[in-house]
């Protein structure tokens, strides 16, 4: 009797592990798929240049430790755990699954493939040329009605704010944290003093902004086939996956924002 005891402790803690190794890679799957493991290493340069190009950072040695904190707590690998672990921890299993068949859609690949491309160089040249031909050769009714429920379906605009956002912040607080002690914000002066910095029309850029590098990105695409991937966005499973991936992208830049906290007082020190 005690020996089928024991035997059952071994059979669910081997049934334990394995579902918890099936999850690691479920949520691997999804994050490399969907391309987020792309846009943050894109983010990782677009940090270190907004770095290098301010002046409270730029060629003063006494904010070199700063700064190298900065980066190091900022960098898509740090964000990219706290993702993963979102993604492991918070999100069921049965709708981690949903996430992962909406990226093995033929379509999602194919689209997820093109939305790619505009990070390289040759690829920015061209749309900014693309760009300046849009106010003598405008959309169609369609293509812009299309391309706007896209961007509400992926929720870009949101998504685009939060990492903005989480950036600003960051360099805020290491700004901060180089002040002299008696001169050093809170963190709600400094939220209030980072909602200073921003335009009250933000969002609208970044809409803005997003409709004009869609309709580039998408400019060889019919508006059938775009539809049929609208469509897909505004499923159940669409839905699912991006309020899944924006509950993890806010998770991980609250996350990166506290560690970033302890980082930069530890420096201080």
Known sequence: MKLKSILAVVVLTTASLLQAQSVKQLAREVYQNSGMN???????????????????????????????????????????????????EEVPLEELE???????????????????????????????????????????????KLIDQ????QNTVETTRQMTLGIVMAMMRGGNALMPKDKRLNEDEMMERMNQVFPANFNLMIKEATQSNSLFIYKDVSDEKLAEYVAIWASEEGKTTMANFMNAIQFSFEKVGEQLGKSLASVKK
Request: proline share 7%; glycine share 4%.
């Open 38 to 88: 792309s846009m943050l290493k894109l983010m990782d340069q677009q940090f270190a240049n907004q770095m290098n190009a301010n002046p409270v950072f730029a060629g003063k040695p006494e904010a070199e430790p700063f700064k190298n904190a900065m980066i190091g707590v900022m960098s898509s690998k740090n964000i990219e755990k706290y993702m993963l672990g979102f993604l492991e």
């Open 98 to 144: 949903t996430m992962a068949g909406m990226y093995k859609n033929p379509i999602v690949n194919e689209f997820t493939a093109l939305e790619l491309t505009i990070q390289q160089p040759d690829k920015q040249q061209e749309m900014a040329a693309y760009k300046t031909q849009l106010l003598t050769n405008p959309p169609s009714e369609e293509r812009l």
């Open 150 to 153: 896209l961007i509400e379906d």
